[in-house]
């Protein structure tokens, strides 16, 4: 299913100083809006997936699964600087008639919530029932709920942080080196830089999962083998992958936008800008991410005075677009636990949530 399109033709202006002239953002609906308004599910999306949620994350959207269009209206959006409709770097810069390559300037997640704010008004979308984001999906969640606080009733945020660390930041930059070695990507040209983009994404990958999945999945049967070993061969099959459907220039741009994800910057502490948020928060973290470790999940719902439930999953940080049984039974019931009239306090799920063990349960009794 093809994107719609929202264009806004004025001039966009950017947190750090940069305009855009205007502004176009790829979107997908699922569902239909109520008289209300308010039956909303809106997804944000991560680093490298498009708008269309039901496609990238299948095990969460469509009818009788969490996210069913027969009760929401389900709504996500593509995040400028993708490659997937919404304005980036290969978008023409009107002043050149060229696409804007490594010029394209520079934006922070704050900006991305502006701009999906213009387009939730065009909906005419009253209150956002649940927001929802994994990894740079769960910046924009969170500092959409700190932006907006009286449109958003409740927070789901999955394997992110209250402001990028050192740690992912330094994947990220390490990510952009590889890309910049690629002497194509200075050239500015459709396909610059891709060998340095199949690059990047075997950097990303060893944050994504972990050891532990590597050892599982990867690992020789041959104990002759010494050239072409599994993980070798996994890694640029995974590149190849990314190659075929994403750009360099954008890849580039959107580690940037992680990188200025601070709630704290311009608020005074973390407090008072947590201290914003009018949702009710369910803070979800993976046991092995390596990426965003459970700490910096724990941390929100801890300053929120929201919920924190941890899955216990062995694909890392990945296991938030994996492990979809799990995350559906904790999110649903987040929700019964807000809606219900009376809540006895034996009915709070588990702290954490081992996934395994619950495929094997739900097994059982399919």
């Known amino acids: 299913m093809k994107p719609q399109i929202f264009r806004h033709t004025d001039p966009f202006d950017l947190e750090l100083g940069g305009t855009l002239p205007s502004l176009h953002i790829a979107y997908h609906t699922y569902g239909s809006l109520n008289e209300q308004a308010d039956n909303v599910i809106w997804v944000c999306h991560a680093l ?23 009760k929401h209206f389900i709504v996500c959006a593509n995040i400028i600087g993708s490659c997937y409709g919404s304005t980036g770097p290969l ?12 010029s394209f300037p520079e934006v922070t997640v704050r900006d991305l919530v502006n701009a999906h704010e213009l387009l939730r008004k065009s909906l005419g979308i009253k ?6 984001g994994g990894s740079i999906g769960g910046f924009q969640a969170l500092e959409y709920s700190i932006m907006y606080p009286d449109l958003i009733r409740h927070l789901v945020f999955i394997a992110s942080s209250v402001k990028i660390s050192p740690w992912a ?3 990220n930059q390490s990510q952009r080196l590889a890309i910049e070695a690629d002497p194509t990507y200075a050239e500015e040209r459709p396909y610059g830089g891709i060998q340095g983009l199949k690059a990047a994404r075997a950097v990303a990958l060893l944050s994504y999962r972990n050891e532990h999945t590597y050892g599982k999945t990867q690992q020789e049967t041959n104990e002759t083998r010494t050239r072409d070993l599994r993980a070798s061969s996994y890694q ?37 800008a947590i ?9 979800i973290g993976i046991s092995s991410d390596y990426l965003f470790p459970v700490h910096e999940q724990k941390l929100l719902a801890h300053v929120s005075q929201g919920e924190y439930v941890e899955m216990d999953s062995s694909y890392g940080h990945d296991g938030f677009l994996i492990e979809v049984q799990p995350l559906t039974a904790i999110i649903t019931h987040f929700w019964k636990r807000h809606h219900a009239s009376q809540i006895k306090e034996n009915s709070i799920f588990p ?15 399919a």
């Open 48 to 70: 490298t997936a498009n708008s269309d949620v039901a496609e990238w994350w299948p095990g969460m959207v469509g009818e009788g699964k969490l996210m069913d269009p027969e």
């Open 91 to 102: 978008s023409t810069n009107p002043s050149t008639g060229l696409p804007w390559f490594r």
């Open 127 to 132: 209150q956002i029932h649940t927001i929802v």
């Open 169 to 171: 930041t330094a994947f």
């Open 236 to 272: 640029n099959y995974q590149g190849d992958k990314l190659v075929k459907r994403f750009d360099a220039y954008s890849y580039h741009a959107l580690t940037r936008i992680m990188d200025t994800h601070n709630v704290i910057r311009n608020r005074g502490t973390l407090g008072d």
């Open 275 to 283: 201290g914003r948020i009018h949702a009710r928060v369910l803070a």
């Open 351 to 365: 702290g954490i949530i081992h996934a395994d063990e619950f495929k094997k349960r739900n097994r059982r009794t």
